[in-house]
């Protein structure tokens, strides 16, 4: 019962995503081409809203549902990793059009062929995880 | 209730992504999805291959039930929240995709060229499918996030990282529209 919460809140980002069409290949390409403001109206504003509202949270000390002040864990300090991780990530993203959140609302939409991708995806992670120690970071 | 069957404008999209970090961090979680690949993978097994799958993915459960979610709410949306009017896409993007090869943009949330069963068992469909998972999978992991947990949760946090990740973002799908995408379909 405990994780039930946990299903709505991807049934509510679930139906976010694709109301707002963020899971589709054709906004990410427009995106990338700079000829739409919408992907980067969802991305602003998010951010834009969870920066105040982080900032405040804090501010305020508002504390979690288990009773301690809210926090984020901070990354660790690289520059490598994530230029280089990110840039891999871009090419796979503008490629497929899907990062990892909409690969599984497309399943639900039922576009079966995306499993070929987040198989491609786990598939990717495991090879990262063998190389890790052998990358830079 | 017409409203909630047009697509969502971004000014009501982009805060309602926000809600959804700001809940799970009440809940004392954090928003990343790409996570879940490497708990998929330790689920499978993946430990005995190397150490950075051996952790409790059983602490990941909370996050495996949100994709759960993501699943359903794909179904939802799709079944019962939209009237299956075509994606307003700019008359650019449009053209420049015929340029490309894409008919019929933004009538279905997938260009058939990629995704559809005819594209998907070609030699090039496959490999797109499988690259673009692969550099998916290995890059976010690689960053340490995707989308949700460096574009949205770790810049709302005015974290450095994710601010050179985003730049990376950028730079991978940049380089991928304009340079190969021509290229694979031109």
Same mark, same amino acid.
């Given at each position: 019962m405990q994780y039930l919460k946990y299903l709505?809140? %991807?049934?509510?980002?679930? $139906?976010?995503?694709?109301?707002?069409?963020?899971?589709?290949?054709?906004? $990410?390409?427009?995106?990338?081409?700079?000829?739409?403001?919408?992907?980067y109206g969802i991305i602003g504003s998010a951010v834009?809203?969870?920066?105040?509202? $982080?900032?405040?949270?804090?501010?305020?000390?508002?504390?979690?549902?288990?009773?301690?002040? $809210?926090a984020l864990p901070a990354k660790e300090k690289s520059f490598v990793r994530y230029l280089v991780g990110g840039s891999i990530f871009g090419l796979g993203w503008?490629?497929? %059009?899907?990062?990892? %959140?909409?690969?599984?609302?497309?399943? %639900?939409?039922g576009a079966f062929s995306v499993g070929i991708l987040l198989i491609a995806a786990i598939a990717g992670t495991f090879v990262y995880g063998l190389l890790r120690s052998k990358l830079p970071h | 209730m017409d409203f909630l069957l047009q697509p969502w404008p971004w000014y009501v999209s982009g805060p309602l992504i926000a809600s959804v970090m700001f809940v799970l961090v009440y809940f004392g979680k954090t928003f990343g999805m790409s996570s879940n690949l490497r708990t998929l993978c330790a689920l499978g097994g993946a430990g005995r291959y190397s150490d950075f799958f051996r952790f409790d993915w059983?602490?990941?459960r909370w996050n495996l039930m949100v994709v759960l979610g993501a699943v359903l709410g794909g179904y939802i949306s799709v079944r019962f929240l939209s009237t299956g009017a075509p994606i307003a896409l700019s008359p650019e993007t449009i053209y420049d995709l015929k340029m490309l090869g894409f008919t019929n943009a933004g009538? &279905?949330?997938?260009?058939?060229?990629?995704?559809?069963?005819?594209?998907?068992? &070609? #030699?090039?469909?496959?490999?797109?499918?499988?690259?673009?998972?692969?550099?998916?999978g290995f890059g976010t992991r690689y960053a340490g996030g995707c989308t949700s947990g460096h574009a949205i &949760?770790?810049? =709302?946090?005015?974290?450095?990282? =994710? #601010?050179?990740?985003?730049?990376?973002f950028f730079i991978g799908g940049l380089l991928m529209t304009h340079l190969l995408l021509p290229l694979i379909f031109g």
């Open positions: 709505f809140v %991807g049934v509510f980002f679930g $139906i976010v995503l694709v109301k707002s069409e963020a899971v589709s290949w054709y906004r $990410i390409f427009e995106m990338f081409q700079f000829q739409s403001f919408h992907m834009g809203l969870g920066a105040v509202g $982080i900032w405040l949270s804090k501010k305020v000390g508002v504390k979690n549902s288990e009773g301690r002040p $809210i503008a490629l497929a %059009g899907a990062c990892p %959140g909409p690969m599984y609302i497309l399943l %639900g939409t | 059983k602490a990941q009538n &279905t949330l997938l260009p058939a060229e990629i995704y559809g069963w005819d594209a998907v068992f &070609t #030699l090039k469909g496959m490999g797109i499918l499988i690259g673009g998972g692969f550099l998916v &949760t770790g810049l =709302s946090n005015l974290q450095l990282p =994710s #601010l050179i990740a985003v730049v990376g």
